[in-house]
């Protein structure tokens, strides 16, 4: 077996930054500490927080009044904002600066009077902060198929823009049926896609044709780890999304493959060589690492 670890993958600055801020919390402010939904989309991450006393809560209401709260990589919706404030509770902003861009976008286009329309996940952290910022003025597609259930006048002011950890192919193509039918859509293709998540894919796409299989290590909550395992299997090669080692059933493998291994923005690096290790010692894998670009990006904490 011959494995290639794909480089770039797993944290992205996002990521890094808010791990970092919650890091930086725990030490200069002590317990309790409250997070607003999950720091970041990873089962891993999570758990080792809870079992150092951090508290995740899905719900405003679950924060005492004068606690302390951090709000996640995935952003908030401002309505949280006004009762965090009115219950005074010192809030920790840790909203990844690429999530933040969209929401000020939303609130941009909103005040022009333009519709917006959100490509994203019904559901997902990032979508239900970045609609609320505008409610009334903000129409959200899942899929292509959402598109042709839109009613516009030609004269209405349209502008498009997309959840940050989509896929750029899928992303592209819902971008382009929405010029086709309506050619007064405001876009800048992608622009809203982060840098981590399209480097992710690319590497896939250039290194997924060289294997057999494609393991990406991330959660099952993890939007852009799943747009990671959808582009190997768009290329016809097998793809599955793992949590970890415990995950890999060796019954996979005949013993001679070749594996790609990556990770979603939100998986520690420690869980990917734990797969690597399990393959290994069970397969006699090499390992070869296959760099497709940099991430040279960074954020600084807010309590840096």
Known sequence: MHIFLANPRG??????????????????????LYVYHEIVHNTWIVEDFKSRGVKFVS????????????????????????????????????????VAKVHHEVLRYAKENYTIILIGHSGHDEVIGTMNEAPDSIILVERESDIYDLE??????????TQTTLSVTETQSMIDALRRRFPQVVSELNANICYATQHRQEAIAALAPLVDIVLIVGSGNSSNSKRLAERGKSLGIKSILIDGADNIDLNWFKGDEKVLISAGASAP???????????QKNFNATVEERQTCTDSLSFQSPID
């Open 11 to 32: 944290f992205c600055a996002g990521v890094n930054m808010a791990i970092r801020t919650l890091e930086a919390a725990i030490v200069r402010f002590g317990l309790p």
């Open 59 to 98: 719900s405003i209401d679950e924060t005492p009044e004068g606690s302390r709260l951090m709000f996640s990589a995935h952003g908030v919706a401002p309505d949280i904002r006004v009762i965090a404030e009115q219950k005074k509770i010192e809030t920790i902003d840790a909203t990844c600066p690429l």
């Open 152 to 161: 516009f006048d030609s004269s209405e002011k349209l502008v498009v823009l």
């Open 269 to 279: 690096e420690y869980v990917v060589q734990d797969c690597v290790k399990l393959l």
